[in-house]
């Protein structure tokens, strides 16, 4: 597994998406779209999935905090407190 990016707070569904938070904004260049991620879930089992990344069009300054997004996904698959890895 790569690198511990960040602990899910909260997932809402986008149209076919779900978003995750926290929003990305402080992880820089380190998170992109596509990027595969590992999402390991509280009870320990893995997810393996590329990530869009999505921006809250209404933020002051939308590209500052970016979710990242996962199609296909529900808010059962991703439980609070998954922790996100980059799989590379």
């Known amino acids: 597994m790569g690198e511990f990016l960040f602990a899910v707070t909260d ?3 986008v149209g076919h998406g ?3 938070t926290p929003g990305v904004g ?3 260049d380190r998170l992109r779209v596509g990027m595969p991620l590992a999402l390991v879930r509280p009870d320990g089992t893995r997810l393996d999935g590329p990530a869009y990344v999505a921006s809250v069009l209404h933020a002051p300054n939308p590209i500052d905090n970016p979710f990242p997004g996962f199609t296909g996904l529900t808010e059962q698959d ?3 407190g998954t922790a996100v890895w980059s799989a590379g």
């Open 11 to 13: 997932r809402f569904r």
């Open 18 to 20: 779900l978003l995750v």
């Open 26 to 28: 402080h992880l820089g």
């Open 78 to 80: 991703i439980p609070v």
